[in-house]
């Protein structure tokens, strides 16, 4: 199973665009994603606000590529090349989160 997020602006009357891309993780990987950024995701809708974001996928980003060996478990457990993916997700994310920073991070259930 994979859950999406992407990251949305209120425009006016509760209607709501999405802007910047879809980032889509396998769910699997959470725990990855806690012990490198400290991020727990539970499954829900509305995470928070993007610009909280960016210190939190900035410490991920740093902890995966200065001590990937620390983490190479999850490989294990998750597969080869978890840890890239899981740094490629921190990366977009972080640039949409940058570039939309009064937006929204919202989540679902990717089908």
């Known amino acids: 199973m994979k859950y999406r997020f992407y990251l949305r602006l209120n425009i006016s009357d509760g209607n709501w665009i999405k802007v910047g891309d879809f980032h889509e993780i396998h769910w699997d990987t959470r725990d990855l994603i ?6 727990l995701i539970v499954n829900q809708e509305k995470v928070g606000m993007a610009s909280n974001f960016v210190p939190t996928l900035h410490r991920g ?3 995966l590529k200065n001590s990937s060996e620390a983490y190479s478990e999850y490989e294990l457990h998750h597969g080869f090349g978890t840890i890239k993916s899981v740094l490629s997700f921190y ?3 972080l640039q949409d989160c940058k570039q939309y920073p009064y937006s929204e991070l919202y989540g679902s259930i990717a089908c």
């Open 34 to 39: 806690k012990a490198s950024s400290g991020w």
């Open 61 to 63: 980003i740093l902890e």
């Open 91 to 93: 990366e977009k994310l």
